[in-house]
């Protein structure tokens, strides 16, 4: 029976042609490219498995934060003194809520309205869910927490004192419930803890880094910013991401959540004029959000000093703490002016978090909680994943077949957005421009683009003027683009966990997406971890991948999974792992698993949150 529609085709193929004449046993047999007009269409069912895009929903209009707020006061009337004493983020998580100003209306600088017009009232949002959120795909996900005393979780933002401006953004944001990441990661944070956070893509992971960051600041705790210099900018928080696009998603979502609460939001990447971000610094920051080697910059420049940093987070920090950016981020975090683990509070937030980048990552951490969100080892059940054995000379064919299938059921024969990765840039702008030349409208973005050509290039996909978006893995991760329905692996990654932030750009917060991957005998050492990856997230893994599988030893490396490797999201607390166990705990303090997908039985969540240490070192919990 055809799983997809593609595999309709490919059934169609078979009885229409001959055979790929592949040399290799284990490759399917398939028939050599037949153009899509002498083909049959696929059948109607499984060719809705790829979605059209939905409309564009509008932001809705934001009205003014009415009524005398606690944050009327002017800014920067933060408290002289320390960091507020205490270490390990004593003193955070209580205490009543400063005055601080809404909206930072300071000498020239007036607050834009990062929600657009200003004309709907604020019952149009209070009551709107965030349109097309599925949070029944949520509810009976697997969560793990490990650490000492882990804050109990919440289900709703009400329980949450997150403070009436902030309260009031996430109205206008439509977010009517927290997602699971939220409910367990907010109030960890809320509570001073430091925290190491693995869920899976499109699960609202930044919010629930920025959130805490933003209430934290608006409760103004932390004392006098010391100054240098005057042209130096002292910021309180510290969002560290892999690439510039994340970081200006990262910070038009930050000044959305901060919109009136006296928090000002700033941004600082490269490749585009220093001179403007060193403009924006001046007038003042409270949250910095910045790509590394622009920060670097800045910190040497002594634009930028951190020594008045009380929250550190890295997106995508397995990433960060990888080979790549590594050294940068040591220098930023262990060798400028931050305050020490323990004084400041960190967040490290990813979807994959392989096990020896938590050892490094445990380097910047104090006495910290691990979160896992998802199934473990798992990738979301929300995309529908398919593999296809496609031999390199057949690749372009083969992509030209699937598009015009999603054209022909796409709405209005209207291209879905198509987001297609590749290995290299060259290999990018040949593939944009093959589609270009045979009616395809697309764009590239990918590293020796300019900044601007590559915003250019990510504006026209999304408004869908060019719905077919070719990539090198600088699109990977964290971007949150709506209404992507197809992600095509053209090239195969080298690394699963790159296949999952890859895959993760479409079937984001609890939508539906369909992913294709093109495999062939250049991806054998993917067969085992694909065909792990699709198995347990409950997909149908095609009989020749499993071959593969079977026949392909993979002896280590990056793919291993498991015991080394770490897994998927929802991977493991290294802690865990015997070796960290041995002479008392000290890394491991317990762990808490909340969770429909068996265990051992007994205890429950009662025992672990209390303040007498919950489960002892190695003990796992019980799964609800
Ligand atoms: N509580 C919520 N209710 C409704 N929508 C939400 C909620 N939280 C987040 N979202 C939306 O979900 C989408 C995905 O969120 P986000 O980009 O933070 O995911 P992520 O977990 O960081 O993904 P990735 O791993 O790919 O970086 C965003 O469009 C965001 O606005």
Redesign the pocket.
């Known amino acids: 029976m055809p799983t997809s529609w593609a595999d309709s085709v490919a059934a169609a193929e078979n009885t229409a042609a001959g055979s790929y004449g592949s040399s290799n046993s284990l490759a399917p047999n398939r028939p050599t490219y037949v153009p899509p007009h002498l083909r049959n269409r696929p059948s109607s069912s499984e060719a809705a498995a790829a979605p059209a895009p939905a409309p564009v929903a509008a932001n809705t209009g934001v009205p003014a934060v009415s009524g005398g707020n606690r944050w009327a006061a002017p800014r920067n009337d933060f408290r002289s003194g320390g960091y507020g004493g205490g270490g390990g983020g004593g003193g955070r998580g209580g205490g009543g809520w400063n005055n601080r100003s809404g909206g930072w209306d300071r000498g020239r600088d007036r607050e834009v309205n990062p929600f657009g017009n200003d004309d709907g009232a604020e019952q149009q949002f209070v009551d709107q869910e ?1 349109s097309g ?1 599925n949070f029944d795909a949520y509810e009976d996900i697997p969560v793990e927490t490990s650490g000492d005393n882990v804050p109990p979780p919440v289900n709703t933002f009400a329980e949450i004192d997150l403070g009436e401006a902030l309260n009031l953004n996430i109205r206008r ?7 699971p ?2 409910r367990h990661a907010i109030p960890i944070s809320l509570g001073g803890r430091d925290l190491m956070a693995c ?9 629930a880094f920025c959130f805490p960051i933003i209430s934290g600041i608006m409760r103004g705790q932390f004392g006098q910013r010391a100054q240098r210099m005057p042209r130096t900018a002292c910021p309180l928080a510290l969002i560290l991401s892999p690439t510039r696009e994340l970081s200006c998603q990262i910070h038009e979502e930050a000044r959305k959540f901060a919109y009136q609460t006296g928090v000002k939001v700033v941004v600082a990447y490269g490749g585009a004029p220093i001179n403007q971000q060193l403009r924006e610094l001046e007038r003042g920051v409270d949250i910095l959000v910045a790509t590394p080697g622009r920060l670097v910059d800045l910190l040497e420049r002594a634009r930028v000093s951190l020594q008045s940093i009380q929250y550190l987070a890295l ?2 920090a397995d990433r960060m703490l990888d080979m790549g950016f590594e050294p940068q981020i040591r220098k930023i975090v262990q060798q400028m002016d931050m305050p020490p683990p323990g004084v400041r509070q960190t967040m490290l937030f990813s ?1 994959t978090f392989p096990k020896e980048i938590q050892r490094l990552a445990s380097d910047f951490l104090a006495n910290y909680i691990f979160l896992a969100v998802g199934r473990v080892g798992s990738s979301t059940d929300l995309i529908v994943q398919r593999v296809e054995y496609v031999q390199e000379s057949d690749k372009r064919s083969h992509l030209m077949d699937l598009l015009h299938a999603q054209r022909a059921n796409g709405a209005h024969g209207k291209q879905a957005l198509t987001l297609v990765f590749v290995e290299t840039k060259k290999g990018a702008d040949s593939l944009e421009y093959w589609l270009c030349m045979n009616g395809f409208p697309a764009t590239t973005i990918h590293g020796d683009r300019s900044q601007q050509e590559r915003e250019q290039a990510l504006r026209s996909f999304k408004s869908g003027n060019t719905p077919i978006l070719v990539a090198t893995d600088v699109a990977a ?2 971007l ?1 683009i709506p209404h992507v329905a197809h992600v095509v692996n053209f090239d195969l990654p080298n690394d699963i966990d790159d296949y999952v ?1 890859r895959i ?1 750009r479409t079937g ?2 609890g939508k539906s997406g369909l992913a294709t991957a093109f495999f062939n005998d250049n991806n054998t050492s993917m067969a085992r971890p694909l065909s792990e990856l699709m198995q347990e997230s409950n997909q149908e893994v095609p009989a020749w991948l499993a071959r593969y599988a079977a026949r392909v030893s993979y002896g280590g490396g990056k793919n291993r999974r498991g015991g080394g490797g770490g897994g998927r999201f929802g991977g493991r607390d290294f802690r865990r792992d015997n070796n960290f166990n041995r002479g008392g705990g000290d890394y491991y303090g317990g762990g808490n698993t909340n969770n429909a997908y068996g265990g051992a039985p007994g205890g429950g969540y009662g025992g672990g949150y209390g303040a007498s240490g919950g489960y002892g070192p190695g003990v796992a919990s019980a799964w609800d």
């Open positions: 965030n959120i944001c439509k977010y009517v419930k927290p997602t990441v939220q869920a899976q893509t499109g699960s609202g992971k930044t919010a997106d995508e979807a991760r964290g949150d932030h993760g984001r917060a």
